[in-house]
């Protein structure tokens, strides 16, 4: 919203404005391929056909993305899980804003945090980290773990 604003009020900004968002557009192309990387190799290991597999998960990420933008107009009055109070009036797009950002994010720094604090070899990050990896070493191992765990509880509360 305030972007074309901004842009609209700057000298060349229609120039800057379409320059602006088609690198953005680039940006956001660049970014989902690489997203989609690790499950078309995944696919493509288990014997599916790289075209196939890259055709077929960016068709189901597409249609996921087209729901959360239903869910701002046309399903605009679709709720699913009004049966729960705490999702009662929540919309696709807030559905997915709540696991994104309240259960996989923090789960997904907490079993970071496990597997590199005690699953891969002290060696790997104390050759990129130094001096500080004795410091760090600890944080993650202990500290981060449990910071996460009250995060994570404090989301679902």
Same mark, same amino acid.
């Given at each position: 919203m305030t %972007? #074309?604003? $901004?842009? *609209?009020? @700057? #000298?060349? *900004?229609? +120039? +800057? !404005?379409? %320059?602006? +968002?088609? &690198? &953005? &557009?680039? $940006? $956001?192309? =660049? /970014? /989902?391929?690489? @997203?989609l990387e690790s499950l078309v190799s995944y696919l493509n290991e288990k014997g599916v056909n790289r075209v196939k597999a890259?055709? =077929? *998960? *960016?068709?189901? !990420?597409? &249609?996921?993305?087209?729901? =959360?933008?239903?869910?701002?107009?046309e399903w605009s009055g679709f709720t699913p899980l009004d049966m729960f109070a705490r999702f009662e009036g929540k919309t696709l797009f807030d559905l997915?804003?709540?696991? =994104? !950002?309240?259960i996989m994010m923090p789960l997904g720094a907490l079993f970071t945090a496990i597997f590199v604090g005690w699953k891969m070899k002290p060696a790997h990050s104390a050759a990129e980290l130094g001096g500080w990896h004795r410091i760090w070493y600890p944080v993650v191992r202990y500290i981060s773990p449990i910071a996460l765990l009250v995060v994570f509880y404090f989301n679902l509360k």
């Open positions: %972007l #074309p604003v $901004a842009f *609209g009020q @700057m #000298p060349g *900004g229609s +120039f +800057f !404005a379409t %320059l602006f +968002f088609v &690198l &953005l &557009l680039f $940006a $956001a192309w =660049t /970014s /989902s391929i690489s @997203m890259a055709v =077929t *998960g *960016g068709l189901v !990420a597409w &249609l996921v993305g087209i729901t =959360t933008v239903l869910s701002l107009n997915y804003d709540y696991l =994104t !950002a309240n």
